[in-house]
């Protein structure tokens, strides 16, 4: 079993930088894929970013390729996710997601394939 808990979400203006971290517990973290996810209300849950367990290989979201960058400290047993020139449309919850079997790339993008969630951190950004 995996527990997640995302941290970092708040308010902040366009153009702005902001770090999400999302912190895992559970003795098989350290061997999953990780990713990140948002939602706004009414719409389904878009892939943001993506890291594998070795931190190797990543995969970004076309919206967010170039700004957001996914990062892994082992040690620490945390995901983080630096946004930078962020926009209103980026204003979501953000959700960590993390699944031992994802082992292959290019990493999924698909928030079925997850199977630990985090409870989700507010991320909203004016103009």
């Known amino acids: 079993q995996v527990q997640l808990v995302e941290s970092g979400g708040t308010s902040v203006q366009a153009g702005d930088s902001l770090r999400l971290s999302c912190e895992g517990s559970?003795?098989?973290?350290?061997?999953?894929?990780v990713g990140w996810f948002r939602q706004v209300p009414g719409k389904e849950r878009e892939f943001v970013a993506a890291i594998s367990r070795s931190g190797n290989s990543i995969t970004y979201g076309d919206s967010v390729k170039g700004r957001f960058i996914i990062s892994r400290e082992s040690a620490k047993k945390t995901v983080y996710l630096h946004m930078n020139s962020l926009k209103p449309e980026d204003t979501a919850v953000y959700y960590c997601?993390?699944?031992?079997?994802?082992?292959?790339?290019?990493?999924?993008?698909?928030?079925?394939?997850?199977?630990?969630w985090g409870q989700g951190t507010q991320v909203t950004v004016s103009s």
């Open positions: 997601a993390a699944e031992p079997t994802i082992l292959t790339v290019p990493l999924s993008v698909d928030s079925h394939d997850y199977r630990f």
């Open positions: 559970g003795y098989t973290f350290s061997r999953c894929a």
